[in-house]
């Protein structure tokens, strides 16, 4: 870590319902973070473990870096961001979560809302630069038509980081208020946030999708949702149902779904190499169960456990 800097660790808490990303939040536009004392793996975990469990709905989660990177506050300090994506179930009653695209909005190309703003904000970046008159507003022009898929371009989900990014530069976010969608507190998080869906995304194009989002047993139409919904864009459903069945990813768990309506379809599980692999990709988080929680019912409790633990000479141990 850079000497002298402060070090804020964030979790971005992403989990699927019925096939819709959903991010748990504090009810007032702030993403899990805290002030980081820490250096090594063992630290980390604690502490994003102490920062899930402050909600107290959810037993295990996966954790992967983001994106680290330095800002300088109004004081000239310098604050180290280290921000994770936190992949798990919503569990208990789903209170906290809500749908990433109520905060994105331009992200979600299923519908015509979703498409209509992500020419709508293309189109406001462009008219910055339009006419371009220099070689670097060209370069922006260029940039902006790649990210929003303007002017015949294909779109590209992985990109989220980047449009966000250039939101954020042109004043967009923080959101005003002015447009239909959810806000969150400060850039930071939207940053944060866009950076995780982006991270999701990336491997999609390979159907790789983390185990611990999806249940134990669906069917390939659950799986297409999924897929589809942390994408943000549709799927041609033929070609998909191909692709899945042929990727060596998943296999025939035994039995058929419980539909209401329609046929029953079959059901199918992740390849046990392949919850293996991704076992060792991530780092695994084990979270207490809330009757284990007495005594520690307030987040400056939680946080007090967790400076002591950090600050001691042994490294912090996990709480079971």
Request: some cysteine; proline content about 7%; hydrophobic content about 40%.
């Amino acid at each position: 870590m850079t000497e002298g800097a402060g070090i804020i660790i964030a979790a971005v808490p992403v989990a699927l319902q019925a096939g819709e990303p959903l991010v748990l939040t504090d009810g007032q536009g702030k993403l899990p973070h805290m002030q980081f004392y820490g250096s090594d793996e063992a630290q980390i975990k604690a502490a994003l473990e102490t920062l899930i469990v402050t909600h107290r709905r959810i037993l295990s989660a996966c954790a992967e870096q983001l994106p680290a990177s330095m800002e300088q506050t109004s004081d000239a300090r310098k604050i180290v961001e280290l921000p994770y994506l936190v992949t798990t179930q919503t569990g208990g009653d789903g209170k906290g979560w809500s749908s990433c695209y109520d905060f994105l909005p331009w992200e979600d190309q299923r519908n015509d809302h979703g498409v209509t703003l992500k020419n709508r904000l293309g189109e406001f970046l462009l008219a910055q630069v339009t006419p371009p008159t220099t070689s670097e507003q060209v370069g922006v022009r260029k940039k902006v038509c790649v990210l929003f898929a303007l002017e015949g371009l294909r779109w590209r989900p992985e990109l989220a980081p980047e449009r966000c990014g250039v939101l954020i530069e042109a004043g967009y976010l923080p959101a005003d208020g002015q447009m239909d969608m959810m806000t969150l507190a400060d850039s930071r998080f939207y940053k944060w946030l866009a950076q995780g869906l982006g991270h999701l995304r990336k491997p999609l194009r390979s159907l790789s999708m983390p185990v611990e989002l999806m249940p134990e047993r669906f069917t390939i139409p659950q799986f297409q949702a999924s897929m589809e919904g942390v994408l943000g864009e549709t799927l041609d459903k033929q070609a998909f149902r191909r692709s899945v069945t042929n990727c060596g990813l998943i296999e025939e768990a035994g039995g058929v779904s419980d539909e209401i309506f329609g046929r029953p379809a079959r059901l199918f599980r992740f390849k046990n190499d392949v919850v293996i692999a991704r076992n060792t990709q991530c780092l695994p988080l084990v979270l207490p169960l809330a009757e284990t929680l007495t005594g520690m019912e307030t987040i400056e409790n939680l946080l007090f456990s967790y400076r002591r633990r950090s600050e001691s000479p042994d490294p912090p141990q996990d709480e079971n």
